[in-house]
């Protein structure tokens, strides 16, 4: 007895130390970077402030249609206007970029100008004030925007957006000899008429050859273009209309001049000062790919003065918009999917608006009021007998999706997606200045663009825009990760609670400790018990089993947690699973350091991800009352990428030792940016880096599990839990679809919250039904009076013993009449009345569901109110 207290005091003080050089840390490195910032401030010099205002484009007059064709589709713009139309060879159907403004009846001016552009952008200053601009009263109506056709199928905007006038790109004062020079290139090109015109739009100064009726007007000439004091200069008459002015830039665009001479000629005019209003410049490329349009921009044709970063830009906002006479729906990817019927009268409700693939974690905010979030980022647009659906490609990471109905703020149904550009963080700076200011990214990324993709469809039925959208994810991931599934019972997720951390007294100090709620052995009972109650197809998700717990520290390493069992219980455990025929996922954090310090290999000065303004990004807890920071709460880190990265194959090396695959509660769902100086990742490349590991776990043949399922990790896992099937419930949503399971439905098990602990038992399992999914639980073996003391009272629910019979008896029922589809395609869902609908599958299985709390019975189908039904 005495040894063991001799051990304990021996722990508790070594526990000290360690604790004391933890404290210590801190302050040594903030004594560092005091003195540093004390020395930058010393040294610094403010920049030079020049005007990086860019040039601007310029329309060269033209009227004749610019058309672009292949077998498929026909897309016809007019120059005058950049407004375009795309004809569906197959059906007949003409789309256009814009609304009819002959309909339109409540708009004001600024929502008209919208509404006859192919895009808008916002920009923002440092104090956070923002401008907008739309294409048609900032670019169009200045005629600031050149057209460059490449080929039959492809065209290039080049557009200058800005409170300007048009820019001509030719010279308004030349040397003689330059001016000479210019006449000889067109003689050499035989363009008689441009070297007449050219000759007679400038005027000869010549000061010692000057006639009578010139002398009084050359000291003007003198103080506007100083040169002629000492050259011989031709200037550009005054007051020529845009047509003169069009022939010239032809001319002078023939012979090469371009934008580094035009700003050397600038230099001699002194009344040719640079604007400083902003300009903004970039392009949009129009491309037939197929039966496909595609439309980007690429971030290297972006160009904004460095005082004005672009923060949103909005592409074909009206593409195919609906007007008040039109029958017809607009689909958003709200859960499964959601429709938005037109004209449906709710005017006073709240836009649609949602996220694709969520918040970027390394962007700090302050409170969470409403988070909507999409894991795909589809939507589309559906009237008379056609329909399409738009999917962003490149750069839908900074994609959110809205969409509204016409009676608002114009006459018009419209969805469409708005992309962030150049991110930027709010600072409050009180003691300095009486408003906050703004920190944006130095530059966007060169190497990427934002892509929609348009996609016609030959019905206006959403179930085949679905599985168009099916098509499209098979071409574009490959139909070899697109397999038919030969599942024959219901996919089953069984979570189940190894770990969490308590707080206990040592000696009189608080010291964390882990508490088990599921041994390792535990865990091999419960799968036994299931195996006896006919459970199949089950996949184990083994969540707090190492490093702590569920609070798991960083993964440097893997090492289970002691209370649990040894790593041969664990390996008996894989080995029992493997012969029950069941699958061992081991969950694991890769994104966040939880509960870490630098004797778990965590050092956050250089393993945290930076946020905009270099410093550590750290991340809170917020209230579910007041959607603030939570006060009080520990906070915790967000991973460098390069870690991120290290930590996934860390518990992919330890999961292949126990012979188990890996669940990720983070890869797969979320997609932090990471700012970091030296070594800076993108949003978009964090996805591509996310989507390249699962791909290569996928083509080794690994088992892997993630969360939510965004549509880029969806061909290369086995199981995707916690998907949201039914959304956030907009209330401007007419009624809630399965269009992604439609696509999916088959090729890969899917399941929605864990049923015991979801809120609403009874809605999760009606909307697995309806939807084609899977079943999901979360257990443990103590009972939920072990968790009290602790922060995991939402486990309360997980008690194994008290809610075993309720999963059995679900299961039964739900895998005796379901469990034959899950190998099969979804092939319709429609609904026969408000609240009730029905599932079909490939081999004329119909599953009709009654979400209503009345019974159902019309047309000889009967259900009770809030079930299910199967028909074979």
Not at 57 to 73: K, M, Q, R, V
Not at 731 to 760: K, M, Q, R, W
Request: net charge negative; with cysteine; aromatic share 12%.
């Amino acid at each position: 007895m005495k040894r063991k207290v001799s051990q304990e005091l021996k722990k508790e003080r070594n526990d000290k130390i360690k604790q004391f050089l933890k404290d210590m840390i801190a302050p040594t490195i903030f004594i560092v970077v005091v003195a540093f910032v004390l020395y930058k401030m010393a040294t610094y010099e403010k920049p030079v402030e020049e005007n990086d205002i860019p040039a601007t484009y310029a329309y060269d007059g033209s009227t004749d249609p610019i058309i672009l064709e292949n077998n498929f589709l026909k897309f016809e713009m007019n120059p005058e206007t950049t407004q375009f139309t795309v004809l569906h060879k197959e059906t007949g159907k003409v789309w256009s970029s814009n609304p009819n403004m002959e309909q339109e009846t409540i708009a004001l001016t600024e929502e008209k100008n919208r509404l006859q552009s192919i895009f808008y952008i916002t920009a923002s200053e440092q104090t956070g004030k923002v401008l907008d601009y739309d294409s048609y009263s900032k670019s169009v109506l200045n005629q600031i925007y050149e057209i460059d056709k490449k080929s039959d199928d492809e065209v290039l905007i080049h557009f200058s957006v800005g409170n300007v006038e048009k820019t001509y790109m030719i010279p308004p004062v030349c040397l003689e000899s330059e001016f000479n020079e210019y006449i000889k290139q067109l003689e050499d090109l035989g363009d008689k008429a441009s070297v007449k015109e050219v000759k007679n739009r400038y005027k000869k100064w010549d000061k010692d050859k000057l006639a009578k009726a010139d002398l009084e007007k050359f000291d003007a000439v003198k103080e506007r273009y100083p040169i002629a004091e000492t050259e011989v200069v031709y200037t550009l008459r005054d007051g020529l209309n845009p047509v003169a002015m069009n022939k010239l830039l032809k001319a002078f665009e023939s012979i090469g001049y371009d934008m580094e001479k035009y700003q050397k000629d600038l230099e001699l005019d002194t009344q040719q000062k640079s604007s400083d209003k902003p300009v903004f410049n970039l392009d949009l490329d129009f491309k037939l790919d197929g039966d496909q349009l595609v439309v980007s921009v690429p971030f290297s044709s972006v160009q904004n003065p460095s005082k004005y970063p672009i923060t949103k830009i909005t592409l074909l906002p009206f593409f195919g918009a609906g007007s008040k006479s039109e029958n017809g729906f607009l689909f958003v990817p709200e859960g499964g999917g959601g429709i938005i019927n037109f004209n449906n009268q709710k005017t006073t409700l709240q836009s649609y608006s949602s996220r694709v693939y969520g918040w970027d974690l390394c962007l700090i905010r302050d409170s969470i009021v409403h988070d909507p979030i999409t894991n795909f980022g589809v939507f589309g647009i559906a009237k008379e007998d056609a329909s399409f659906i738009c999917i962003p490609g490149d750069g839908a990471s900074y994609a959110t999706i809205q969409a509204d109905i016409s009676g608002k703020t114009n006459s018009f149904n419209y969805v469409n997606a708005v992309y962030d550009l150049y991110q930027r963080e709010q600072f409050d700076v009180g003691q300095i200045s009486s408003s906050d200011i703004f920190k944006y990214i130095e530059q966007l990324p060169q190497d990427e663009k934002i892509e929609q993709r348009y996609i016609f469809v030959d019905s206006n039925n959403y179930v085949d825009m679905a599985h168009e959208y099916e098509t499209y994810l098979k071409n574009t991931y490959g139909e070899s990760y697109f397999k038919m599934h030969d599942d024959t019972s219901t996919p089953v997720n069984v979570e189940i609670i190894g770990a969490v951390d308590k707080t206990e007294q040592i000696v009189g100090i608080p010291v964390s400790r882990p508490l088990e709620l599921t041994s390792f052995d535990e865990a091999g009972e419960i799968a036994d018990e299931l195996n006896e109650k006919g459970f199949k197809n089950v996949n184990i998700r083994y969540t707090g089993w190492c490093n702590g717990g569920v609070n798991q520290t960083v993964l440097s390493k893997a090492k289970p947690v002691s209370k649990l069992g040894g790593k041969s219980d664990l390996k008996d455990l894989s080995s029992k699973l493997q012969g029950l025929g069941y699958k061992l996922a081991l969950n694991g954090i890769t994104t966040l350091a939880l509960d870490s310090n630098l004797f778990d290999g965590f050092f956050s000065y250089t393993d945290a991800a930076k946020n905009i303004s270099e410093e550590r990004m750290e991340l809170h807890k917020y209230s579910a009352v007041t959607y603030a920071l939570r006060e009080g709460s520990e906070t915790f880190y967000l991973l460098h990428t390069g870690l991120t990265m290290e930590y996934a194959d860390n518990l992919r090396e330890a999961a292949d030792d126990y012979g188990a695959g890996v669940a990720f509660e983070d890869i797969g769902k979320d997609i932090p940016s990471d700012f970091y100086e030296d070594d800076y990742h993108s949003r978009e490349n964090v996805r591509k880096l996310h989507m390249e590991l699962l791909k290569k776990y996928k083509d080794a043949g690994k088992y892997t599990v993630v969360e939510a399922g965004n549509e880029y990790a969806i061909p290369y896992v086995d199981m995707v839990v916690d998907m949201d099937l039914s959304g956030s419930n907009y209330t401007i949503i007419d009624y809630n679809i399965p269009f992604l399971e439609l696509a999916i439905h088959g090729y890969v098990d899917y399941t929605g919250e864990s049923l015991n602990i979801c809120g609403d038992t009874n809605e999760e399992v009606l909307y697995s039904a309806a939807y084609g999914a899977g079943l999901s639980f979360t257990v443990m073996k103590e009972s939920a009076f072990t968790l009290q003391d602790t922060l995991y009272t939402h486990f309360y629910g997980c008690d194994y013993e008290a809610w075993k019979q309720n999963m059995f008896d679900i299961y039964s029922r739900y895998n005796k009449e379901l469990g034959h589809v899950f190998n099969q395609k979804m092939t319709n869902h429609k609904y026969l009345a408000h609240g009730v609908s029905v599932t079909e599958y490939a081999d004329g299985t119909k599953v009709y569901v009654n979400f209503n709390y009345t019974a159902y019975n019309e047309g000889g189908v009967s259900i009770a109110a809030r079930d299910y039904k199967v028909v074979r």
